[in-house]
């Protein structure tokens, strides 16, 4: 016990972990003085090629989604490939107590639509505590790192309701992030996302009614809406009220809020980002209104009947109609967010992006042609990203053991992740970035 205690003390008041880890050291800002760290510097380091298995990674291992049953197999094929960071749902409302104080070990998490195509869909029996060890303790033995998230998962006993305010959230991370300082984690932590795409109400069910007064949390017109300065101050306190008190107990981690690029982005464009480390982005061609229409994209992100069969025809005949065109769309949307992570003197990092946002395997001869389009816009889009100096790059937002039809092309994993490990992540910081204007 008081080995353990004593790992998390020396994690609380030092930052020295942070040259061990992938980004370099970089400064805090919009904390005050007691979150601030040494002055950031040049990353230098090698970009990571990063890979999101969000929830997957836990609930698809028995039933008849098994893709992740033997992690030790899945794990090695993904090193296979070249990936060299996980970005993972770290299930942080289950591994931490309960509003009330009860710490719970086995959960059973409800299903997710069937055409959401990530995730269990029939309820499965976890172990989040027991598993997250289990399943870091892989990761490291590979040589890996893992950027930590949450998609706030619907249980049986609805804890994701139960983290609504800033204080909830600083609570269950700081439980979690503590709970991994004991285990001795924090070394292979490269960041930490405290929500996934925030403020969807799709993954922050409690805190989206708080944000857009009472708002249904499936309701996504509030989000795309322009926001008025009370929703702003509202979602301002997310950033800066969760962020800052990890901050100032674990300094040598480094921190975010996620956000989807699309319609949604042009709202958080505006957001004082100043208490974040890095910026995640999510960034697609099908965040251009007239791609998502056309394609079929937009039927998909609204989980109609009949739509994935529909986009997997109409994608490529769109996508290769005028290639040179969404390409030079495409660009220019990594372009602008550079631009915003530029000015705000942060690195950039983008988990899952590029063509579709929604997609699956349909070829029931086992083909898998219907992924050829989205290969080629991934690719270019990767090197895209690397032009503009991103410090993490994924090649799509489908390199998982459940999507067969990429997960099976290994030369082209390799090709792509080649390509990104061999980037050095040289975007630059100011100095005096905590004293920075934050816009």
Known sequence: MRASLSRREFLRTSAGVVATLGFGSWGGGGCGSEGARESPTSLGQQTLA???WEFSWLVRRSGVETEYADWDRVLDELVERGYDCIRIDAFPHLIARGPHGDLVERFTILPQHKL????????VTVEPRRSLIEFLTKV????????????????TLHRADTVAGPEDFTRIWMET???LADAGFHDIIAWVDLCNEFPLGKWARGAYPLIFDGANPNNVLPMLLPW??????RVQRYLDESICPLKSAYPGLRYTFSF????????VAHIDTSSFDVDEIHIWLS??????LTSGQLNLLLELPGSLQHCVTSSPQVYYGDRNHWLEVLEANIGRWKNWADQRRLPIITSEAWGPINYDDVDPLGNYSEWDWVKDVCAEGVRMAAKQHWAGIC??????????????DIAWHQAQTSYIRGLQANATLSKDRHNANPR
Request: charged residues 20%.
């Open 177 to 179: 992030l503590d709970f």
């Open 260 to 267: 989807a690029g699309g319609l949604i982005g042009l709202n």
């Open 228 to 233: 008025n300065d009370i929703v702003c101050r």
């Open 287 to 292: 965040d251009d209104p007239a791609f998502s």
């Open 395 to 408: 090649s799509s937002n489908f390199c998982q053991p459940h999507f067969k039809g990429m997960w099976d």
């Open 140 to 155: 490291r033995a590979r040589g890996m790192r893992v950027g930590l998230s949450t998609w706030f998962n619907d249980d």
């Open 116 to 123: 959401f195509f990530w995730g269990n869909h029939e309820p």
């Open 50 to 52: 990063i890979t999101m």
